[in-house]
């Protein structure tokens, strides 16, 4: 059965920053795509960061240079750096893995398998 599991959400101030975790079971292998979206309240969900099955590394605009996506040295590990946190950043982070990642026009766009249950990131101004 396959499990995705976030850790490490909390409240910060602006400025501010905080790792998050997830952990995958149930997959075969360690090549599979995996990433992080989030969704605010009231807004619909999107993509912050992705990295492929073959180490390419994506973000959305919104986090360039702010956050860092990784992958432990167990594969099936996940992590979010998140750096100058802002109150924008205010939102339910999930991860994702699984499914495909796609390129285009400089952007990409990834449509996961599974998703986990999220954990909540507030930034305080």
């Known amino acids: 059965q396959v499990q995705l599991v976030e850790s490490g959400g909390g409240s910060v101030q602006s400025g501010g920053s905080l790792r998050l975790s997830c952990v995958a079971s149930g997959y075969l292998g360690s090549r599979y795509d995996m990433g992080w979206f989030r969704q605010a309240s009231g807004k619909e969900r999107e993509g912050v960061a992705a990295?492929?099955?073959?180490?390419?590394?994506s973000y959305a605009d919104s986090v360039k240079g702010r956050f860092t996506i990784a992958r432990g040295d167990a594969a099936n590990t996940l992590y979010l750096q998140m750096n100058s946190l802002k109150p924008e950043d205010t939102a339910l982070y999930y991860c994702a893995a699984g499914g495909s990642i796609a390129y285009y026009s400089g952007n990409y766009y990834y449509t996961p398998r599974d998703w986990g249950q999220g954990t909540q990131v507030t930034v305080s101004s």
């Open positions: 990295i492929a099955r073959d180490g390419r590394i």
